[in-house]
């Protein structure tokens, strides 16, 4: 299984550029790599995903060295909102068990 | 609403009673995943259906841990003779490739 490591915690001032970076050295040719944020008492909530490159949407990019063995999830401007649990995952939504979550990325955003 | 649903939101069991919670997925998708998740860590695989067919199951899944799709659209997961250690978020999925999960039901056992 592809096992990811990420920070424990992020601290950061509201209006900066945030960077998570996930190791993946595992991963397999086939996995898409996917992160997710969490708030407290909800499931985790779909930001991003991606194969190699670069990819971007309306709330965050990914980036992902050629090699694919990590990715980091940039958040930019965050605000307070976006105090939550950042998890990256690994794996094929085809091969469920390979989906494993680990302890993720604790982000706290203050004034 | 067209997302992933979960009943109940929060149950309140007694040791050794059984629960059954309910997962109605997006209604295009598939694939239905439970999750388990206790305070501070990341949720874990339990069991993965196809359409009706339980594909995977996490050892995580004991025998007093069952879930069914029968008819490959909700699903129920139910735990018999319920334990302290039971008591934790179950959290529901659905995916075409992407995973949407629902709201989670918080157990607790006292």
């Known amino acids: 299984l592809a096992k990811t490591t990420q920070p424990i915690s992020m601290d950061s001032y509201e209006g900066q550029e945030v960077n998570i970076t996930c190791s993946h050295n595992n991963i397999a040719t086939n996995d898409y790599i996917t992160w997710y944020q969490q708030f407290p008492s909800q499931g985790p909530r779909f930001i991003i995903q991606g194969y190699k490159t670069k990819v971007t949407n309306e709330v965050a990019s990914l980036f992902i060295p050629a090699d694919r063995k990590s990715s980091t999830l940039s958040l930019p401007r965050v605000s307070l909102s976006d105090t939550a649990v950042y998890y990256c995952?690994?794996?094929?939504?085809?091969?469920?068990?390979?989906?494993?979550f680990g302890t993720g990325t604790r982000l706290q955003v203050t004034l | 609403d067209t997302g992933v649903s979960q009943n109940p939101r929060h149950k309140i069991t007694k040791r050794g009673q059984n629960v059954t919670f309910r997962c109605d997925p997006i209604?295009?998708?598939?694939?239905l995943y439970w999750y388990r998740q206790t305070l501070g860590q990341g949720p874990e695989f339990l069991t993965y259906f196809q359409n009706e067919a339980q594909l995977e199951k996490s050892r995580l899944l004991s025998d007093r841990f069952s879930a069914e799709r029968p008819k490959g659209s909700f699903s129920t997961l139910e735990i018999q003779r319920t334990e302290q250690g039971d008591s934790a978020m179950y959290l529901c999925a659905s995916s075409n490739e992407k995973l949407f999960f629902g709201s989670g039901t918080q157990l607790s056992v006292l």
């Open positions: 209604s295009e998708h598939n694939r």
């Open positions: 995952l690994v794996g094929d939504a085809g091969t469920a068990s390979k989906l494993t």
